[in-house]
């Protein structure tokens, strides 16, 4: 990983010098078994039973970025609009 991947990423702000500007580089870069993977992000906003609301990304497994849930899958109970409506009817 390099610290490109960790661009948008709430700890990226260590990456940059920290509080004092002592920090070279955020703590979990150097940790040993991250790596990039795909996973699915969702605004807090929104409702997680909305399965389109899930968006498939690509960012570095220890990634979190304020009002975003990140997920390895999406839930199962996570349903379309067609199957929500199917349930109603």
Partial sequence: MDK???AGCEQDFYNHGGVDGSTKECW?????GHRI???YRIPMNIPMNQREA???VRVPDCYRRK??????TIPTYAKT??????ECD
């Fill in 4 to 6: 490109k991947d960790c």
């Fill in 28 to 32: 979990l870069l150097k940790g040993k």
């Fill in 81 to 86: 609009a067609e199957q929500r409506k199917a």
């Fill in 67 to 72: 009002g975003y849930g990140y997920y390895a």
């Fill in 54 to 56: 899930y968006e498939e």
């Fill in 37 to 39: 993977r795909k996973m």
